[in-house]
T-cell receptor, first 112, second 113 residues
Framework: NAGVTQTPKFRVLKTGQSMTLLCAQD?????MYWYRQDPGMGLRLIHY???????AKGEVPDGYNVSRLKKQNFLLGLESAAPSQTSVYFC???????????FGPGTRLTVT | GDSVTQMEGPVTLSEEAFLTINCTYT??????LFWYVQYPGEGLQLLLK?????DKGSNKGFEATYRKETTSFHLEKGSVQVSDSAVYFC????????????FGPGTSLSVIP
């Protein structure tokens, strides 16, 4: 089992460019999440999904969009990147039974 | 609102020292409590958990007890190793429609030989 994987691992964008981050999980989990991690601020939830075809906003959704067309994949899009979106992005999944979340290795994004 | 407070770091200890990282929480209802660990360059991984009051979670020599009366979940280890150097996150697991988890800000631990 690979668990939760994320691509790419690193990316540098110029202001205004767009990109998509891909998250995949092989644990048949219903719930998936996107977080951003910034120094001194812990993890903040961007968007989440409780099943294929569903998405919802988290704590800091502005500037991001998501899609969950397949149960195993959860995509995070930035339509017009801004320097404030420089961060480390983590995807996570859970079984939806009140248990723990399983995290991917992260994507380090720099917007110049 | 629901929140988690952790002791500020960074914490630097010598190998074989005793470790305590304090964690207190504010929550409505009866959350589950977690400690996650993040090693350099990696994602978070679950270290231990407790789902109800007085439960003790333990793993890899680390322990934490769910104390409802003091709303605390302090992490302890009797003898730290260099390989324990990492960032530790205390977290609340809320019983919501999407299994919301609220993370503390993290405490960085460095263990020196």
């Amino acid at each position: 089992n690979a668990g939760v994987t994320q691509t790419p691992k690193f990316r540098v964008l110029k202001t205004g460019q767009s990109m998509t981050l891909l998250c995949a999980q092989d644990m048949n989990h219903e719930y998936m999440y996107w977080y951003r991690q910034d120094p001194g601020m812990g993890l903040r939830l961007i968007h989440y999904s409780v099943g294929e075809g569903t998405t919802a906003k988290g704590e800091v959704p502005d500037g991001y969009n998501v899609s969950r067309l397949k149960k195993q994949n959860f995509l995070l899009g930035l339509e017009s990147a801004a320097p404030s979106q420089t961060s480390v992005y983590f995807c996570a999944s859970s079984s939806g039974q009140g248990g723990e979340q399983y995290f991917g290795p992260g994507t380090r994004l720099t917007v110049t | 609102g629901d929140s988690v407070t952790q002791m500020e770091g960074p914490v630097t200890l010598s190998e074989e020292a005793f470790l305590t990282i304090n964690c207190t929480y504010t929550a409505t209802g009866y959350p589950s409590l977690f400690w996650y660990v993040q090693y350099p360059g990696e994602g978070l991984q679950l270290l231990l958990k407790a789902t109800k009051a007085d439960d003790k979670g333990s793993n890899k020599g680390f322990e934490a007890t769910y104390r409802k009366e003091t709303t605390s979940f302090h992490l302890e280890k009797g003898s730290v190793q260099v390989s324990d150097s990492a960032v530790y996150f205390c977290a609340l697991g809320m019983k919501t429609s999407y299994d919301k988890v609220i993370f503390g800000p993290g405490t960085s631990l460095s263990v020196i030989p």
